[in-house]
Protein backbone atom coordinates (compact mmCIF):
# COMPACT_ATOMS: atom_id res chain seq x y z
CA UNK A 1 0.00 0.00 0.00
CA UNK A 2 1.86 3.41 -1.35
CA UNK A 3 -0.66 5.76 -1.65
CA UNK A 4 -2.87 7.29 1.05
CA UNK A 5 -6.38 7.80 0.40
CA UNK A 6 -7.62 10.86 1.12
CA UNK A 7 -11.42 9.94 2.83
CA UNK A 8 -12.77 13.53 3.41
CA UNK A 9 -16.38 13.20 2.62
CA UNK A 10 -16.33 15.09 -1.08
CA UNK A 11 -19.76 17.60 -0.08
CA UNK A 12 -17.56 18.70 2.78
CA UNK A 13 -14.43 18.84 0.98
CA UNK A 14 -15.75 21.22 -1.70
CA UNK A 15 -16.91 23.32 0.86
CA UNK A 16 -13.05 23.55 2.95
CA UNK A 17 -12.17 24.51 -0.52
CA UNK A 18 -14.89 27.17 -0.94
CA UNK A 19 -13.72 28.62 1.92
CA UNK A 20 -10.43 28.82 1.61
CA UNK A 21 -10.38 30.20 -1.82
CA UNK A 22 -12.26 32.89 -0.48
CA UNK A 23 -10.18 33.55 2.41
CA UNK A 24 -7.29 33.90 -0.25
CA UNK A 25 -9.12 36.39 -2.63
CA UNK A 26 -10.88 38.23 0.72
CA UNK A 27 -7.42 38.35 2.27
CA UNK A 28 -8.39 36.80 5.59
CA UNK A 29 -6.23 34.17 7.37
CA UNK A 30 -8.20 30.62 7.41
CA UNK A 31 -5.77 28.00 8.94
CA UNK A 32 -6.47 24.53 7.33
CA UNK A 33 -5.77 21.46 9.59
CA UNK A 34 -5.10 17.56 8.26
CA UNK A 35 -4.54 14.61 9.85
CA UNK A 36 -2.84 11.72 8.33
CA UNK A 37 -2.71 8.09 10.38
CA UNK A 38 -0.37 5.15 8.93
CA UNK A 39 -0.09 1.66 10.83
CA UNK A 40 2.73 -0.46 10.11
CA UNK A 41 2.99 -4.21 11.38
CA UNK A 42 6.09 -5.45 13.17
CA UNK A 43 7.52 -5.67 9.81
CA UNK A 44 7.62 -2.41 8.51
CA UNK A 45 4.75 -2.50 6.46
CA UNK A 46 2.04 -0.23 6.06
CA UNK A 47 -1.37 -1.73 6.74
CA UNK A 48 -3.49 1.34 7.08
CA UNK A 49 -3.16 4.63 6.08
CA UNK A 50 -5.64 7.18 5.48
CA UNK A 51 -5.61 11.16 4.95
CA UNK A 52 -8.49 13.60 6.17
CA UNK A 53 -9.29 17.02 7.25
CA UNK A 54 -8.63 17.42 10.71
CA UNK A 55 -12.22 18.46 11.82
CA UNK A 56 -12.44 19.92 15.58
CA UNK A 57 -10.50 22.80 16.49
CA UNK A 58 -12.47 23.32 19.56
CA UNK A 59 -12.97 26.30 21.91
CA UNK A 60 -10.09 26.68 23.50
CA UNK A 61 -8.51 27.19 19.72
CA UNK A 62 -11.08 29.71 19.39
CA UNK A 63 -10.48 31.43 23.26
CA UNK A 64 -6.67 31.38 21.93
CA UNK A 65 -7.08 33.12 18.37
CA UNK A 66 -9.26 35.66 19.23
CA UNK A 67 -7.64 36.93 22.06
CA UNK A 68 -4.55 36.67 19.78
CA UNK A 69 -5.92 38.67 16.93
CA UNK A 70 -7.94 41.00 19.09
CA UNK A 71 -4.80 41.25 21.85
CA UNK A 72 -7.17 40.78 24.57
CA UNK A 73 -7.08 39.15 27.64
CA UNK A 74 -8.90 36.24 29.32
CA UNK A 75 -12.56 37.20 29.95
CA UNK A 76 -15.25 35.50 32.14
CA UNK A 77 -14.83 32.42 34.51
CA UNK A 78 -16.36 30.38 33.22
CA UNK A 79 -15.77 27.73 29.94
CA UNK A 80 -18.93 28.44 27.94
CA UNK A 81 -20.52 30.85 25.83
CA UNK A 82 -19.50 34.43 26.03
CA UNK A 83 -16.29 33.55 28.18
CA UNK A 84 -13.03 33.26 26.72
CA UNK A 85 -11.08 30.89 29.00
CA UNK A 86 -8.76 28.35 28.80
CA UNK A 87 -9.63 24.73 30.25
CA UNK A 88 -7.06 22.45 30.66
CA UNK A 89 -6.46 18.93 30.06
CA UNK A 90 -6.88 18.09 33.97
CA UNK A 91 -10.21 20.17 33.92
CA UNK A 92 -9.12 23.31 35.16
CA UNK A 93 -10.48 26.57 33.44
CA UNK A 94 -8.08 29.35 34.00
CA UNK A 95 -9.22 32.89 33.94
CA UNK A 96 -7.88 35.76 35.48
CA UNK A 97 -5.13 38.27 33.80
CA UNK A 98 -3.42 36.48 31.32
CA UNK A 99 -3.55 35.59 27.80
CA UNK A 100 -3.04 31.82 26.49
CA UNK A 101 0.28 31.83 23.96
CA UNK A 102 3.56 30.21 23.46
CA UNK A 103 7.31 31.48 22.29
CA UNK A 104 10.03 29.73 23.32
CA UNK A 105 9.61 26.25 22.60
CA UNK A 106 6.55 25.36 20.55
CA UNK A 107 3.98 24.31 22.23
CA UNK A 108 3.42 21.24 20.37
CA UNK A 109 6.61 19.60 20.72
CA UNK A 110 6.81 16.43 23.17
CA UNK A 111 9.18 14.64 24.36
CA UNK A 112 9.87 10.70 24.38
CA UNK A 113 7.55 9.12 26.56
CA UNK A 114 5.42 12.32 27.48
CA UNK A 115 1.77 11.38 27.01
CA UNK A 116 0.11 14.47 28.44
CA UNK A 117 0.91 16.95 25.51
CA UNK A 118 1.82 17.07 21.42
CA UNK A 119 0.05 14.65 19.29
CA UNK A 120 -1.67 12.11 21.81
CA UNK A 121 -3.83 9.26 20.79
CA UNK A 122 -6.84 7.70 22.23
CA UNK A 123 -9.55 4.71 22.73
CA UNK A 124 -12.07 6.53 23.13
CA UNK A 125 -15.17 7.25 20.78
CA UNK A 126 -17.01 9.64 22.19
CA UNK A 127 -18.57 11.97 20.01
CA UNK A 128 -16.61 15.21 19.07
CA UNK A 129 -17.44 18.42 21.31
CA UNK A 130 -16.74 21.95 21.10
CA UNK A 131 -16.02 21.84 24.85
CA UNK A 132 -14.29 18.99 24.75
CA UNK A 133 -10.37 19.32 26.50
CA UNK A 134 -9.38 16.11 26.86
CA UNK A 135 -9.01 12.73 25.05
CA UNK A 136 -11.76 10.56 26.64
CA UNK A 137 -9.59 7.48 27.44
CA UNK A 138 -6.00 8.71 26.59
CA UNK A 139 -3.70 5.76 26.09
CA UNK A 140 -0.84 6.35 28.58
CA UNK A 141 2.81 5.81 27.43
CA UNK A 142 4.53 2.36 28.93
CA UNK A 143 4.89 -1.25 27.18
CA UNK A 144 2.40 -2.34 29.85
CA UNK A 145 -1.63 -3.69 28.35
CA UNK A 146 -3.00 -1.10 25.98
CA UNK A 147 -0.33 1.35 26.03
CA UNK A 148 2.28 2.55 23.80
CA UNK A 149 5.74 3.42 23.90
CA UNK A 150 5.49 7.35 23.01
CA UNK A 151 8.04 8.82 20.56
CA UNK A 152 9.64 12.28 20.48
CA UNK A 153 7.33 14.63 18.79
CA UNK A 154 9.99 16.67 17.19
CA UNK A 155 9.98 20.03 15.15
CA UNK A 156 7.61 20.19 12.15
CA UNK A 157 8.37 20.25 8.41
CA UNK A 158 7.47 23.44 6.81
CA UNK A 159 6.77 24.07 3.26
CA UNK A 160 6.03 26.65 1.00
CA UNK A 161 4.15 25.96 -1.85
CA UNK A 162 4.53 28.58 -4.20
CA UNK A 163 1.81 28.16 -7.39
CA UNK A 164 -0.57 27.94 -4.40
CA UNK A 165 0.58 30.40 -2.43
CA UNK A 166 0.16 28.21 0.75
CA UNK A 167 2.37 27.62 4.09
CA UNK A 168 2.26 23.68 5.41
CA UNK A 169 3.47 22.31 8.83
CA UNK A 170 3.84 18.55 9.66
CA UNK A 171 3.69 17.94 13.06
CA UNK A 172 4.56 14.29 13.39
CA UNK A 173 4.69 11.46 15.99
CA UNK A 174 5.13 8.23 16.09
CA UNK A 175 3.95 5.30 18.85
CA UNK A 176 5.50 1.81 19.25
CA UNK A 177 3.30 -1.05 20.32
CA UNK A 178 5.25 -3.14 22.12
CA UNK A 179 2.34 -4.09 24.99
CA UNK A 180 2.08 -7.40 23.81
CA UNK A 181 -1.48 -7.30 22.21
CA UNK A 182 -3.62 -5.27 20.05
CA UNK A 183 -3.99 -1.62 21.41
CA UNK A 184 -7.49 -0.03 19.72
CA UNK A 185 -7.29 3.75 18.20
CA UNK A 186 -10.38 5.83 18.29
CA UNK A 187 -9.57 9.47 18.72
CA UNK A 188 -6.66 11.57 18.29
CA UNK A 189 -5.73 14.97 19.78
CA UNK A 190 -3.54 17.80 19.67
CA UNK A 191 -2.15 19.16 23.29
CA UNK A 192 -0.53 22.27 23.72
CA UNK A 193 1.64 23.28 26.64
CA UNK A 194 1.11 26.82 26.53
CA UNK A 195 2.20 29.64 28.86
CA UNK A 196 -0.67 31.34 29.69
CA UNK A 197 0.05 33.33 32.82
CA UNK A 198 0.31 36.58 32.32
CA UNK A 199 4.39 36.87 33.13
CA UNK A 200 4.38 33.49 31.42
CA UNK A 201 5.78 31.67 34.34
CA UNK A 202 3.57 28.86 34.45
CA UNK A 203 2.83 26.43 31.59
CA UNK A 204 -0.16 23.64 31.32
CA UNK A 205 -1.29 21.77 28.79
CA UNK A 206 -4.23 22.55 26.87
CA UNK A 207 -6.09 20.42 24.28
CA UNK A 208 -7.25 22.23 20.75
CA UNK A 209 -8.15 19.82 18.30
CA UNK A 210 -9.54 15.95 18.89
CA UNK A 211 -10.32 14.15 16.15
CA UNK A 212 -12.66 11.25 16.07
CA UNK A 213 -11.57 8.95 13.83
CA UNK A 214 -14.26 7.19 11.36
CA UNK A 215 -13.65 3.38 12.36
CA UNK A 216 -11.18 2.12 15.10
CA UNK A 217 -7.27 1.33 14.06
CA UNK A 218 -5.41 -1.29 15.65
CA UNK A 219 -2.07 -1.23 15.84
CA UNK A 220 -0.56 -4.82 16.19
CA UNK A 221 2.00 -5.95 18.67
CA UNK A 222 5.38 -4.74 17.68
CA UNK A 223 3.59 -2.31 14.98
CA UNK A 224 3.76 1.13 14.67
CA UNK A 225 1.48 4.34 14.64
CA UNK A 226 2.25 7.88 13.04
CA UNK A 227 0.15 10.47 13.22
CA UNK A 228 0.86 13.33 11.16
CA UNK A 229 -0.88 16.71 11.65
CA UNK A 230 -0.96 19.38 8.75
CA UNK A 231 -1.58 22.96 9.88
CA UNK A 232 -1.65 25.61 6.79
CA UNK A 233 -2.45 28.45 5.71
CA UNK A 234 -3.10 29.89 2.06
CA UNK A 235 -2.00 33.92 1.52
CA UNK A 236 -3.05 36.11 -0.31
CA UNK A 237 -1.65 36.76 -4.36
CA UNK B 1 -26.03 62.81 10.57
CA UNK B 2 -26.92 59.85 13.05
CA UNK B 3 -26.78 57.12 10.99
CA UNK B 4 -23.80 55.15 9.60
CA UNK B 5 -23.20 54.24 6.01
CA UNK B 6 -22.28 50.43 5.40
CA UNK B 7 -20.41 50.92 2.57
CA UNK B 8 -19.14 47.78 1.16
CA UNK B 9 -19.52 46.53 -2.12
CA UNK B 10 -22.55 43.99 -1.90
CA UNK B 11 -21.11 41.58 -3.75
CA UNK B 12 -17.74 41.33 -1.69
CA UNK B 13 -20.29 41.04 1.15
CA UNK B 14 -21.96 38.20 -0.27
CA UNK B 15 -18.46 36.58 -0.88
CA UNK B 16 -17.38 37.33 3.25
CA UNK B 17 -20.58 35.97 4.72
CA UNK B 18 -20.47 32.86 2.75
CA UNK B 19 -16.75 32.40 3.82
CA UNK B 20 -18.09 32.98 7.56
CA UNK B 21 -21.03 31.18 7.23
CA UNK B 22 -18.39 28.11 5.73
CA UNK B 23 -16.07 28.94 8.74
CA UNK B 24 -19.07 28.21 11.19
CA UNK B 25 -20.37 25.30 9.45
CA UNK B 26 -17.17 23.81 9.70
CA UNK B 27 -15.87 24.78 12.64
CA UNK B 28 -12.85 26.81 11.57
CA UNK B 29 -12.24 29.97 13.42
CA UNK B 30 -12.71 32.78 10.44
CA UNK B 31 -11.68 36.34 11.51
CA UNK B 32 -14.30 39.27 10.47
CA UNK B 33 -12.98 42.92 10.84
CA UNK B 34 -14.94 46.05 10.19
CA UNK B 35 -13.50 49.42 10.13
CA UNK B 36 -16.06 52.55 10.89
CA UNK B 37 -14.76 56.13 10.28
CA UNK B 38 -16.76 58.80 11.84
CA UNK B 39 -16.16 62.62 11.84
CA UNK B 40 -17.51 65.36 14.08
CA UNK B 41 -17.73 68.88 13.92
CA UNK B 42 -16.67 71.28 16.54
CA UNK B 43 -20.52 71.54 17.33
CA UNK B 44 -20.47 67.90 17.98
CA UNK B 45 -22.47 66.61 14.99
CA UNK B 46 -21.67 64.00 12.42
CA UNK B 47 -20.73 65.14 9.36
CA UNK B 48 -19.51 61.65 8.12
CA UNK B 49 -20.13 58.12 9.03
CA UNK B 50 -19.67 54.97 7.33
CA UNK B 51 -18.70 51.20 8.19
CA UNK B 52 -16.71 48.89 6.19
CA UNK B 53 -14.97 45.42 5.88
CA UNK B 54 -11.45 46.26 6.36
CA UNK B 55 -9.76 44.30 3.94
CA UNK B 56 -5.92 43.79 4.81
CA UNK B 57 -4.37 41.80 6.99
CA UNK B 58 -0.95 41.96 5.65
CA UNK B 59 2.24 39.68 5.78
CA UNK B 60 2.85 40.73 9.04
CA UNK B 61 -0.94 39.44 10.14
CA UNK B 62 -0.32 36.23 8.17
CA UNK B 63 2.78 35.85 9.73
CA UNK B 64 1.98 35.83 13.42
CA UNK B 65 -1.63 34.31 13.22
CA UNK B 66 0.23 31.18 11.26
CA UNK B 67 3.27 31.17 13.44
CA UNK B 68 1.20 30.86 16.59
CA UNK B 69 -1.51 28.55 14.93
CA UNK B 70 1.28 26.08 13.70
CA UNK B 71 3.86 26.81 16.48
CA UNK B 72 6.27 27.58 13.76
CA UNK B 73 9.78 29.17 14.37
CA UNK B 74 12.77 29.79 12.46
CA UNK B 75 11.44 29.73 9.08
CA UNK B 76 13.12 32.16 6.38
CA UNK B 77 14.93 35.19 7.22
CA UNK B 78 13.23 37.69 4.38
CA UNK B 79 9.81 39.63 4.60
CA UNK B 80 8.13 37.66 1.43
CA UNK B 81 6.72 34.41 0.27
CA UNK B 82 8.36 31.64 2.06
CA UNK B 83 9.34 33.17 4.72
CA UNK B 84 7.65 33.69 8.39
CA UNK B 85 9.41 37.28 9.69
CA UNK B 86 7.91 40.22 10.69
CA UNK B 87 8.58 43.82 9.31
CA UNK B 88 8.67 46.23 12.19
CA UNK B 89 7.35 50.01 11.04
CA UNK B 90 10.75 51.29 10.47
CA UNK B 91 11.03 48.55 7.88
CA UNK B 92 13.31 46.66 9.97
CA UNK B 93 12.79 42.32 9.21
CA UNK B 94 12.64 40.36 12.61
CA UNK B 95 13.29 36.97 12.04
CA UNK B 96 11.55 35.10 14.55
CA UNK B 97 13.79 32.95 16.50
CA UNK B 98 10.83 32.13 18.40
CA UNK B 99 7.06 31.76 17.41
CA UNK B 100 5.88 35.28 17.35
CA UNK B 101 3.62 36.86 19.97
CA UNK B 102 2.16 39.57 21.46
CA UNK B 103 4.21 39.93 25.35
CA UNK B 104 1.37 41.79 26.89
CA UNK B 105 -1.77 40.86 25.48
CA UNK B 106 -4.23 43.87 26.60
CA UNK B 107 -1.57 46.35 25.50
CA UNK B 108 -0.94 44.66 21.89
CA UNK B 109 -2.93 47.73 20.47
CA UNK B 110 -3.02 50.00 22.88
CA UNK B 111 -1.60 53.19 22.59
CA UNK B 112 -1.17 56.34 25.12
CA UNK B 113 -1.95 59.68 23.99
CA UNK B 114 0.67 61.38 21.67
CA UNK B 115 1.74 58.03 20.53
CA UNK B 116 0.97 57.86 16.83
CA UNK B 117 3.40 54.50 16.50
CA UNK B 118 1.23 52.05 17.45
CA UNK B 119 -2.55 51.64 18.09
CA UNK B 120 -5.28 52.67 15.66
CA UNK B 121 -3.38 55.47 13.64
CA UNK B 122 -4.37 56.87 10.38
CA UNK B 123 -2.60 58.92 7.34
CA UNK B 124 -3.04 60.97 4.22
CA UNK B 125 -1.37 58.58 1.73
CA UNK B 126 -3.59 57.05 -0.70
CA UNK B 127 -1.31 54.33 -2.23
CA UNK B 128 -3.00 51.05 -2.99
CA UNK B 129 -3.19 48.61 -0.06
CA UNK B 130 -0.38 46.19 -1.02
CA UNK B 131 0.09 42.78 1.46
CA UNK B 132 3.49 43.76 2.02
CA UNK B 133 3.47 47.05 3.26
CA UNK B 134 5.02 47.59 6.92
CA UNK B 135 3.71 51.47 7.60
CA UNK B 136 1.52 53.85 6.50
CA UNK B 137 2.37 55.59 3.25
CA UNK B 138 2.23 58.99 5.18
CA UNK B 139 1.33 58.66 8.54
CA UNK B 140 -0.21 62.03 10.28
CA UNK B 141 1.50 62.86 13.56
CA UNK B 142 0.66 63.83 16.79
CA UNK B 143 0.50 67.57 17.28
CA UNK B 144 -1.51 71.14 16.97
CA UNK B 145 0.75 72.23 13.87
CA UNK B 146 -0.68 72.24 10.16
CA UNK B 147 -1.23 68.67 9.08
CA UNK B 148 -1.46 67.12 12.57
CA UNK B 149 -4.02 65.70 14.50
CA UNK B 150 -4.29 65.32 18.97
CA UNK B 151 -4.01 61.79 19.15
CA UNK B 152 -5.74 60.80 22.18
CA UNK B 153 -5.32 57.22 24.08
CA UNK B 154 -6.62 54.38 22.47
CA UNK B 155 -9.76 52.68 24.40
CA UNK B 156 -9.20 49.32 25.89
CA UNK B 157 -11.17 47.04 23.75
CA UNK B 158 -14.81 46.40 24.28
CA UNK B 159 -15.83 42.43 23.74
CA UNK B 160 -19.25 41.33 23.70
CA UNK B 161 -20.97 38.09 22.80
CA UNK B 162 -24.05 37.69 20.63
CA UNK B 163 -25.91 34.58 21.87
CA UNK B 164 -27.74 34.06 18.88
CA UNK B 165 -25.17 34.80 16.13
CA UNK B 166 -22.22 32.87 18.44
CA UNK B 167 -20.01 35.82 17.32
CA UNK B 168 -17.66 37.42 20.09
CA UNK B 169 -16.45 40.71 18.86
CA UNK B 170 -13.60 43.02 20.03
CA UNK B 171 -14.35 46.95 19.34
CA UNK B 172 -11.39 49.08 19.47
CA UNK B 173 -11.56 52.97 19.03
CA UNK B 174 -9.17 55.86 19.06
CA UNK B 175 -10.56 59.81 18.92
CA UNK B 176 -8.15 62.42 16.87
CA UNK B 177 -8.66 65.87 17.56
CA UNK B 178 -7.72 68.68 15.07
CA UNK B 179 -6.77 71.36 16.49
CA UNK B 180 -4.23 72.33 14.03
CA UNK B 181 -5.82 75.36 12.60
CA UNK B 182 -6.72 73.99 9.45
CA UNK B 183 -8.71 70.72 7.76
CA UNK B 184 -6.45 67.54 7.87
CA UNK B 185 -7.24 65.23 4.93
CA UNK B 186 -7.45 61.91 6.16
CA UNK B 187 -6.97 58.52 3.28
CA UNK B 188 -5.63 55.39 4.94
CA UNK B 189 -6.05 54.33 8.56
CA UNK B 190 -3.71 51.35 10.11
CA UNK B 191 -3.80 48.79 13.06
CA UNK B 192 -0.21 48.87 14.70
CA UNK B 193 0.14 45.81 17.19
CA UNK B 194 2.75 47.66 19.60
CA UNK B 195 4.06 44.81 21.66
CA UNK B 196 4.88 42.03 19.24
CA UNK B 197 7.77 39.90 19.58
CA UNK B 198 9.58 37.82 17.11
CA UNK B 199 13.35 37.55 17.43
CA UNK B 200 14.24 39.07 20.93
CA UNK B 201 13.21 40.39 24.25
CA UNK B 202 12.23 43.78 22.97
CA UNK B 203 8.70 44.74 21.55
CA UNK B 204 8.35 45.98 18.13
CA UNK B 205 5.55 47.76 16.50
CA UNK B 206 4.22 45.91 13.49
CA UNK B 207 1.72 47.23 11.33
CA UNK B 208 -0.80 44.59 10.75
CA UNK B 209 -3.59 45.95 9.16
CA UNK B 210 -4.06 48.96 6.60
CA UNK B 211 -7.05 50.33 4.73
CA UNK B 212 -7.10 53.23 2.07
CA UNK B 213 -10.13 54.52 2.48
CA UNK B 214 -12.64 54.83 -0.74
CA UNK B 215 -12.71 58.79 -0.36
CA UNK B 216 -11.09 61.27 1.21
CA UNK B 217 -12.61 62.08 4.66
CA UNK B 218 -11.23 65.64 5.92
CA UNK B 219 -11.79 66.64 9.30
CA UNK B 220 -12.15 70.14 10.04
CA UNK B 221 -10.79 72.10 12.52
CA UNK B 222 -11.88 71.88 15.76
CA UNK B 223 -13.67 68.95 14.51
CA UNK B 224 -12.90 65.19 15.54
CA UNK B 225 -12.24 62.10 14.16
CA UNK B 226 -13.15 58.58 16.04
CA UNK B 227 -12.18 55.17 14.29
CA UNK B 228 -13.17 51.85 15.52
CA UNK B 229 -12.22 48.66 14.40
CA UNK B 230 -14.39 45.54 14.96
CA UNK B 231 -12.97 42.36 15.31
CA UNK B 232 -15.14 38.94 15.46
CA UNK B 233 -15.06 35.27 15.21
CA UNK B 234 -18.12 33.16 15.15
CA UNK B 235 -18.22 29.96 17.26
CA UNK B 236 -19.42 26.99 16.36
CA UNK B 237 -23.06 25.79 17.39
Not at chain 1, 136 to 144: H, R, V
Not at chain 1, 194 to 210: G, K, P, W
Not at chain 2, 159 to 186: E, K, P, Q, Y
Request: proline content about 3%.
Amino acid sequence: MMNIPYVEDSKREEKYREMERLGQELKVPVPGAFLQIEVFDGQANRIHAHRQRSHSWNRNAYNWFFTMATTTKVLGSSFSDGNLTARTTNGEVRSGDFNMFSYDVPAYLASAGISNYGIVVGSGSEVEDFNGYKLSSLIANGTGAGQLTYQIGGSPSVTWDAPSLTFSANWVRYFNNNSGGDISINEVGLVGHFHIAFAYTSTLYVLVSRDVLASTLNVPDTGQLKVTYTINMTYPE
Amino acid sequence: MNKITYIEDPELEAKYKTMERLGSELGVPVPQTYLEVKVLDNQGRTIHAHRQRSHSWNRNAYNWFYSQFGQLQNVGSTFGPGAITIKDTGGSIRVANVCIFINTPWLGYKANAGQYDRGIIVGSGNEAEAFDCYSLQSVISHGTGAGQLDHAASDLPLRSWNDSSRIFSATLARFFNNNSGGDVDVNEVGLVAGAIRADSASDRCALVSRDVLASTVTVPDTGQLKVTYTIEIAYPE
